[in-house]
């Protein structure tokens, strides 16, 4: 396959708001060892990038500067190790970095096969949030058919990932948004309850929905003053899971409640696992979710589709909040 030399791709000139997102042409990424080169026709938006963008989270060593963590294309071409009969195949992948680019490299064990029941912006849209919810909600607060789980911002990619998992597993969402309009949206899609966050104490919300017995988790990516308000939403043996510190680093607890009511502190970042870990997490969502993805029962909501050229825009309307669900890039 004949492949261009150079390719069309967001930079970051400096940390700064998003108009330092700037397109350039940058000459094609060469795969490594165990990876492939995808022909990228979208790229997801994550609040990651937007935090890269302002100089708040750097890539881990050896990965591309370049934003974007998730994509979907053609495989063009191959690196040492992986079969040259891959070529073609239409893939989603998680990537370390990369994303917004006309070529992408990706680790081959990352990737998911595109079915015909997602467009390829779809298909962009998966990867990320679908390996982040799963991991932390089903393997981290391990929740199973019956628990019941508080997801904070029940509107964004996690979120609506969160919600639509938990209905195809059966467990209970209780999710928290800033709007009535966002709170009707998230019923929509098919949250159990949602809570106005600004007009309601989501704790004591929380508390009347579960007639006083708590959730048996909690997805939270705000931190700060949430932590110890999320511990007083859990039942006894409950799960407190952290993926994001959007409201704040640090916290205060009071420990001797999370002994007595044996709760459990975890959580987890993604992007800086070992290609290893990530290729596990891949194959068990091939084996466990991808077929319900290939059957039709489970898409993300994508709020809005930018040209790559507007990833600017894309970013200025993460910021704004005023999306449901996940922005995407279209490449070509």
Request: proline share 7%; hydrophobic share 45%; glycine share 12%.
């Amino acid at each position: 396959m004949n492949l261009p030399e150079t390719m069309r791709a967001i930079t970051i000139s400096e940390p700064g708001g998003p108009e330092v997102l700037i397109e350039t042409q940058l000459p094609l990424p060469v795969p490594a060892p165990g990876e492939v080169l995808i022909e990228v026709a979208a790229a997801g938006v994550n609040r990651p990038d937007v935090l890269q963008r302002q100089g708040r989270y750097p890539p881990p060593p050896g990965a591309s500067p370049l934003p974007g963590l998730e994509v979907a294309g053609m495989i063009v071409a191959v690196g040492e190790g992986v079969d040259p009969g891959v070529i073609g195949e239409r893939v989603c992948s998680l990537v370390a970095g990369g994303g917004y680019a006309e070529y992408a490299c990706a680790d081959y064990g990352q990737c998911l096969t595109v079915p015909a029941a997602l467009s390829m912006e779809e298909a962009a849209a998966m990867p990320e949030t679908l390996m982040t919810v799963w991991h932390n909600l089903f393997e981290r607060a391990y929740v199973v058919n019956g628990d019941s789980v508080l997801i904070h911002g029940g509107t964004s990619g996690i979120g609506t990932m969160a919600v639509a998992l938990c209905r195809l597993f059966g467990i209970t969402t209780i999710v928290t948004c800033g709007s009535d309009e966002k709170c009707r949206a998230a019923l929509d899609w098919g949250a159990g309850h949602a809570i106005n966050y600004r007009s309601e104490d989501f704790v004591e919300a929380v508390k009347r929905v579960t007639a006083g017995a708590g959730v048996t988790a909690v997805l939270d990516m705000v931190g700060g003053d949430y932590l110890p308000r999320n511990l007083e939403c859990l039942a006894e043996d409950g799960r407190h899971v952290s993926i994001a510190v959007l409201g704040g680093a640090k916290a205060e607890i009071f420990i001797p409640k999370v002994m007595t009511r044996r709760l459990t502190l975890t959580g987890s970042t993604l992007r800086p696992r070992s290609a290893g870990f990530k290729a596990l997490l891949v194959d068990e969502i091939r084996q466990t979710v991808w077929p319900m993805v290939t059957d039709g029962e489970l898409r993300p909501a994508l709020d809005r589709t930018f040209p790559l050229a507007h990833a600017a825009q894309a970013h200025a309307l993460m910021e704004a909040g005023e999306h449901v669900g996940k922005i995407a890039l279209k490449v070509r």
